[in-house]
Every structure is written in C-alpha cells, then in structure tokens.
C-alpha cells in the first residue's frame, strides 16, 4: 500500500495563505451566488478569519476552514465527515485517496441542493 505524502508542507508561509485564500475567496463568492440563486432555505455563505461556512438549512452546514500551521485546509461536511487537504500540484487533495476539496464540495452541495453546482 501507498501511503500519499502531504505536500503542502512544502509551501512556506506567503505560499501557502496566496493559494488558500485564493481558493477560499473563491469558493466564498461562487456559495453565495449559487445559494442565493437556488433559493435555499435556511441558506447562508459566510467567510471570516479562515473559515468558510456555508449554511444549506435542514441539509446541513459545510465548514471549510484555513490550518495555517499544518497548511492544510480542512473540511467538515454533514454528508462524508471530516477530511484534511493538502496542496499538491495546483489542488487542495485529500493525502488518502487524493480526493479533490472542490470536486468533493461540488458534489455534495449538488446533490443536497438539486442543483448542479460548478465552484471552478
């Protein structure tokens, strides 16, 4: 069996907050806009300090947040759990099966939402 590394330790500090806050930011402006556009009910996107929190009413909330000292950004989802992504090639992957935060997110919202979601 073979075991994935974390790259995004290889990142320094500068490095790492330009390509997390990137992908925050974006996915920040994106949740919004979809979750207003589909009339969610209970819905809310909120981003502060690092953590994105995005609000899908009685289908859960999805918190995404920043881990500046692993540089990692971590996921908290009410359908798969907890996950931890580490930057490798230009993607936030999850190190265990290199599972992509952003296709995993655009699925799950997807399918809890009813309605095809694209964050990229």
Request: cysteine-free.
């Amino acid at each position: 069996m073979t075991v994935m590394q974390p790259y995004s330790t290889t990142l320094d500090e500068g490095q790492y907050h330009q390509v997390a806050d990137h992908v925050m930011e974006d996915m920040h402006e994106k949740l919004e806009a979809y979750v207003e556009e589909n009339d969610v009910d209970g819905g809310d996107v909120e981003y502060s300090q690092g953590v994105l929190t995005v609000k899908l009413g009685k289908q859960g909330t999805f918190v995404v947040n920043k881990q500046t000292p692993n540089r990692q950004i971590w996921l908290s989802s009410p359908v798969s759990g907890p996950f931890r992504f580490d930057y490798s090639d230009g993607r936030w992957l999850y190190h265990r099966d290199r599972r992509d935060l952003v296709k995993l997110l655009e699925a799950e919202i997807s399918q809890l939402v009813g309605s095809p979601l694209k964050l990229e």
